[in-house]
């Protein structure tokens, strides 16, 4: 079935020190949304991309979609503490905006202080 | 203006049990889906709804089912517990772009 895959599963950084975590999809994707989990909360919704190659700022954060439209990455330049949580990818298949979304399994992001 | 709601929070059943979860979306936002977060995971689609029909279903057994009422709320709806079935049960709610999460509820299965 389709999936979508996220590297590392779990990352450890030293605050100030940038952060990366990537998505890829066996399917090209109609859009790609970042979600940001902190521990024992839900998905925070952070940004969607819909355009191939498109890239996106927020403050510290970049986020790009691929020219193939099947990988998007996610990275945060030096690091805090309150960055620290889960972050998940979700691929939207297909349909346009009405495709199911499949979530990858997520970066867990710890920052030492 | 309040965010998703979801009830319960919390939830134990036994196996075999029934169990209705509930959803009410942002106001205004006409499109409620369910996800399953199983620990460790990243939430895995359940259903999909707008305007009161289903628009989209994941690959879940039978045992699950959904509704949505003409205000927009909806319930998730699992018959024949199982262990594995033990979870984070998110509901979300669709603005233009943006798809807000609700708190979830927790389910456990005994």
């Known amino acids: 079935g389709q999936q979508v895959m996220q590297i590392p599963q779990y990352q450890h950084v030293q605050e100030g020190e940038d952060f990366t975590t990537y998505c890829n999809s066996s399917t090209t994707l109609s859009n790609i949304q970042w979600y940001k989990q902190r521990p024992g909360g839900h998905p925070v919704f952070l940004i969607q991309?819909?355009?191939?190659?498109e890239v996106k700022k927020q403050k510290r954060l970049t986020f790009q979609f691929g020219e193939a439209k099947k990988n998007s990455s996610l990275h945060i330049t030096a690091t805090q503490t309150t960055d620290v949580g889960t972050y998940f990818c979700a691929g939207r298949l297909g349909g346009g905006s009405q495709g199911n979304l499949i979530f990858g399994k997520g970066t867990k992001l710890s920052v030492k202080p | 203006d309040a965010g998703v709601t979801q009830s319960p929070t919390h939830l134990i059943k036994t196996r075999g049990q029934h169990v209705t979860l509930r959803c009410s979306p942002i106001s205004g936002h006409k499109s409620v889906s369910w996800y399953q977060q199983v620990l460790g995971q990243g939430p895995q689609f359940i259903f999909q709804?707008?305007?009161?029909?289903?628009?989209g279903r994941g690959n879940f057994p039978d045992r699950f089912s959904a509704r949505q009422f003409p205000n927009y709320s909806s319930e998730l709806n699992v018959n024949a517990l199982l262990l594995g079935d033990s979870a984070l049960y998110l509901c979300?709610?669709?603005?233009?772009?943006?798809?807000?999460f609700g708190p979830g509820t927790r389910l456990l299965v005994l």
């Open positions: 991309l819909v355009k191939s190659g």
């Open positions: 709804y707008y305007e009161k029909e289903e628009r």
């Open positions: 979300a709610s669709r603005g233009a772009e943006t798809q807000y």
